[in-house]
């Protein structure tokens, strides 16, 4: 039982390692035209630079426009 749990624990951990490399955080350095312009209003609207969550948003920025204007009118 304790050889199933440690064995569920790693294939956890290492599904989670996989996830985070499928869309990697694009620097802003390197966005194309449209994605600054959509970090440039999330940061006019929630004062803070894109993170978290929304970081691989930044593949779609209308879709990560979206979801900003989702979760302003949901607070």
């Given at each position: 039982?304790?050889?199933?749990?440690?064995?569920?624990?790693?294939?956890?951990?290492?599904?989670?390692?996989?996830?985070?490399?499928?869309?990697?955080?694009?620097?802003?350095?390197?966005?194309?035209?449209?994605?600054?312009?959509?970090?440039?209003?999330?940061?006019?609207?929630?004062?803070?630079?894109?993170?978290?969550?929304?970081?691989?948003?930044?593949?779609?920025?209308e879709m990560?426009?979206?979801?900003?204007?989702?979760?302003?009118?949901?607070?």
């Amino acid at each position: 039982m304790k050889r199933a749990i440690i064995a569920a624990a790693l294939f956890a951990s290492i599904g989670a390692a996989n996830a985070q490399n499928r869309l990697p955080t694009i620097p802003p350095d390197q966005y194309d035209a449209d994605q600054k312009q959509a970090a440039a209003d999330f940061l006019a609207a929630r004062k803070v630079p894109v993170a978290g969550p929304f970081e691989p948003l930044m593949y779609s920025p209308e879709m990560m426009r979206l979801s900003r204007a989702m979760g302003d009118y949901l607070r």
